[in-house]
């Protein structure tokens, strides 16, 4: 497992953007699968954006596809999640998490063994 630190969040108007990102405490954050999950107040938690371990294979739901977006740049050891457009619906804590890694990138929470500690991200209307 790896421990994960996200960092980014905060307060941004409705239409702004946020990078959020997401790095290793030790080790190389490139050997996993990482994927981005957000969670609102009483809501379950919800998948947003993942990359593949190379970085060429990404998903995003459609519920925020065109706005999310998640990115590796691999000399920073870190994982990024590009948010635009941001509704105040998007107002949740982001998680990021890693997972074995896979040509496929995974929406289920199970398949993720190692998160963070969560960011806090809030969009005002």
């Known amino acids: 497992q790896v421990q994960l630190v996200e960092s980014g969040g905060g307060t941004v108007q409705a239409g702004g953007s946020l990078r959020l990102s997401c790095a290793p405490s030790?080790?190389?954050?490139?050997?996993?699968?990482t994927g981005w999950f957000r969670q609102a107040p009483g809501k379950e938690r919800e998948f947003v954006a993942g990359?593949?371990?190379?970085?060429?294979?990404?998903y995003s739901p459609d519920s925020v596809k065109g706005r999310f977006i998640a990115s590796r740049d691999r000399p920073k050891n870190t994982v990024f999640l590009q948010m635009n457009s941001l509704k105040p619906e998007d107002t949740a804590v982001y998680y990021c998490?890693?997972?074995?890694?896979?040509?496929?990138?995974?929406?289920?929470?199970?398949?993720?063994?190692?998160w963070g500690q969560g960011t806090q991200v809030t969009v005002s209307s």
């Open positions: 998490a890693a997972s074995p890694r896979s040509n496929y990138v995974s929406s289920t929470r199970g398949s993720y063994n190692s």
């Open positions: 030790e080790g190389t954050i490139s050997a996993y699968n």
């Open positions: 990359i593949s371990w190379r970085g060429d294979s990404r």
